[in-house]
């Protein structure tokens, strides 16, 4: 067990929809990362917060968003859903935002848009 | 731009003999290298990591990495394969200002009794 939980575990919906994902990062961490694991496109980093601030965007959709809020849990919010999203969402943590301390990671949503 | 390449989809090996699951990297600077390990529907573990140091890195479960600068690789190896090896690996760089993953897409490896 990382210490970084996930919400929901599942998530099954309909084209055009929004989801939120939530994530909890291991107790100390500042720094959140969203990852997306899918066939085509292999483990993508999405964005990250470090602290309440959004630190580096990655290969994030317009249609995606996220943040971080002051108790240091974080939300990716995925709208008009397309069945290309269906894809492992992932959160990691790590305890500052540099690139020196390894990430840890949740057990992943698994979204199926249908 | 960095980035890392896993050129073997799968690798296969018999339990009790030595493993190796091949990385190269490709980095501008000093590379920050991680090995990751995914099971059957759970998140990725953290196995071990290069950042300076020793070329022989020793991490979980007994698995270990040599860092080769001059052939810019990150193999990682492991003396006796168990069949609960069996998993999927990622090879990682990490972006030293932002600490964002670049993924390797991945070995599968399969340890067979």
């Known amino acids: 067990d990382s210490g970084v939980t996930q919400t929901p575990k599942h998530l099954i919906t309909a084209t055009g929809q929004r989801v939120t994902l939530r994530c909890s990062p291991r107790s100390g961490d500042l720094s959140v990362y969203w990852y997306q694991q899918s066939l085509d496109q292999g483990l993508q980093f999405l964005i990250q917060y470090y602290n309440g601030e959004e630190r580096a965007k990655g290969n994030i959709l317009e249609r995606f968003s996220a943040q971080q809020f002051p108790d240091l849990h974080s939300e990716l919010n995925l709208s008009s859903l397309e069945l290309g999203d269906s894809a492992l969402y992932f959160c990691?943590?790590?305890?500052?935002?540099?690139?020196?301390?390894?990430?840890?990671f949740g057990p992943g949503t698994r979204l199926t848009v249908l | 731009a960095q980035s890392v390449a896993q050129p073997e989809d799968q690798v296969n090996v018999a339990e009790g003999n030595p493993l190796t699951v091949k990385c190269t990297y490709s980095v501008s600077g000093n590379p920050y290298l991680f090995w990751y390990v995914q099971y059957p529907n759970r998140g990725l573990q953290f196995l071990l990591k290069?950042?300076?140091?020793?070329?022989l890195v020793k991490g979980s479960y007994g698995f270990e990495a040599e860092f080769n600068k001059s052939k810019t690789s990150f193999h990682l190896k492991k003396p006796s394969a168990l069949v609960s090896d069996s998993a999927l690996y990622f090879c990682a760089v990490r972006d030293s200002n932002t600490g964002k993953l670049i993924f390797g897409q991945g070995t599968t490896l399969q340890v067979k009794p």
């Open positions: 990691a943590s790590s305890p500052l935002g540099g690139g020196l301390d390894e990430q840890f």
């Open positions: 290069y950042i300076t140091g020793d070329n």
